[in-house]
């Protein structure tokens, strides 16, 4: 479904991405972890092109991102994205949030996009709110809208840049709980975080990222069982023991 | 000097009227037609791409640098020519100030524009909306609404210049009050009631300001 070969990318003369690869199959989940700064959020931003790659390719659905032929806004239309701090569209409240891009993108009717909104809102448990504007809301009912928003989409795979980082504690498994119902879904996803617990509970594999490289990507048991890398040993004592 | 008398006023209020009509009328076509002009500028000089940038980047520095009542002159001048055919004091004065704020607003919405996080774009692109469908339904919103206390001030210095359009004959307020200074031989009183509507109108735009930005702080 997703498959990164050899992508490297480069801010002036720093190197972000060093040769990076890994592939997401269909109703996989990935979990990408890896020190602040170690380039996740970028790789998470290049599979659908809002960050482009100097070098490498990255397919998406059999598409080439990569390639000037691919009608990369009707590639990205099929490809959720969430984000660390949310971007809902501050002076919409929730539905139109949810409609925007239905109708814009899909042409489906005001009637059909809106039915759909409920639905997905009804799912993430906040039809009280479909209403209000996203400042009313809190961090982790705002995640869970943006999550929606994505799913209105219909989208054939869902890439999530560190959802519950900018969450104040109490709210991460909210929007954790609703991830996890994707993932058992069969919903193919690839997920920035730190949440290890999520990784042990959903991923079906573990990509390990440090200062640009990938440094492992292994089945989620044997990552957690038995770490390769030093680097990786050290980032889990770490993380772990909090 | 004998004692003011300010009856002068009251009989010419219709007259005086009219002018101001023509002074509100011309602001806020020229608010509007540059806040369009303005936000165009703006959307081409972040675009990226060099012909685009460049070309609204010199048109806004060239405007910048030249007098507003060389710009009235200009068109009063050029338009009929450009066209064949007259087109009257008001139209050229409007095109005038239309072009001549764009300048100015296009600076006011690029930093609207600028103001609104990359995130949001993003967003869009993410839900598959073309660059025209991100600009038109989320970032000029939220950069017209950012900046709305700016506009609203550039809106009153707007005002104030219109009083220039008496180069070309046109009978605003403040050429109004001349006229009727003049005729009737009462210079103090015309002008001080005139600086009081100026002030009137201007102070309250200033307050309204005022009010935006204390609600926008909350």
Redesign the interface.
Known sequence: MIALQNISKWYGDFQVLKDCSATVDKGQVVVVCGPSGSGKSTLIKCVNGLEAVQQGQIQVDGQEVTSKKTNLTALRSRIGMVFQHFELYPHMTVLENLCLAQEKVLKRSRDEAVSKAEMLIKRVGISEHINKHPSQLSGGQQQRVAIARSLAMDPIAMLFDEPTSALDPEMINEVLDVMVELAKEGMTMMVVTHEMGFAKKVADRVVFMDEGAIVENRPTDDFFGNPESDRARDFLSKILNH | MGEFDFSVITNSLPFLGQGLMLSLWLTLLSIIGGIVLGTLLALARLSGFAPLSLTAAAYVNLIRSVPLILVIFWFYFLVPLALGRPIGSFYSALIAFVLFEAAYYSEIMRAGIQSV?K??V?????????YW?IQR??VL??AF?NMIPILVTQGIILFQDTSLVFVVSLRDFMTASSIVARTEGRLVEMYLFAALVYFVICFSGSLYVRRLNKRMAT
Do not use: M
């Open positions: 996080r995130g949001q993003h967003a869009g692109q993410s839900t598959g909306l073309n469908q339904y989320v919103p939220q609404r």
